[in-house]
């Protein structure tokens, strides 16, 4: 089992920066991807970003430009660097590693941009 935990939400102004981090208790190199995804209150859970292994990273349409994943296997941990954030990036953000046959959620960290 591991357990994964998101840090570096906050409250930020429009336009601002925020850098969110997951730290796993375990290696992370057995997650083939590990991703952020973000839920409003009544809405589907979404993907942001995910990024691979070897670093092949992907992004959602709304965070292109914006948003930069990345993973360092060596010290167990995911991060997310979000920058130019709108209010519409306000959401609880969770972090995602997947094996093959399991799925591991982090706790969730709530992003708000508002001025």
């Known amino acids: 089992q591991v357990q994964l935990v998101e840090s570096g939400g906050g409250l930020v102004q429009p336009g601002g920066s925020l850098r969110l981090s997951c730290a796993a208790s375990?290696?992370?190199?057995?997650?083939?991807?590990m991703g952020w995804y973000r839920q409003v209150p009544g809405k589907q859970r979404e993907l942001v970003a995910t990024?691979?292994?070897?670093?092949?990273?992907d992004y959602a349409d709304s965070v292109k430009g914006r948003f930069t994943i990345s993973r360092d296997n060596a010290e167990n941990m995911m991060t997310l660097q979000m920058n130019s954030l709108k209010p519409e990036d306000t959401a609880v953000y969770y972090c995602?590693?997947?094996?093959?046959?399991?799925?591991?959620w982090g706790q969730g960290t709530q992003v708000t941009v508002s001025s």
């Open positions: 995602n590693g997947k094996t093959y046959g399991n799925d591991y």
């Open positions: 990024i691979s292994t070897l670093g092949n990273s």
């Open positions: 375990r290696s992370i190199f057995g997650f083939y991807v």
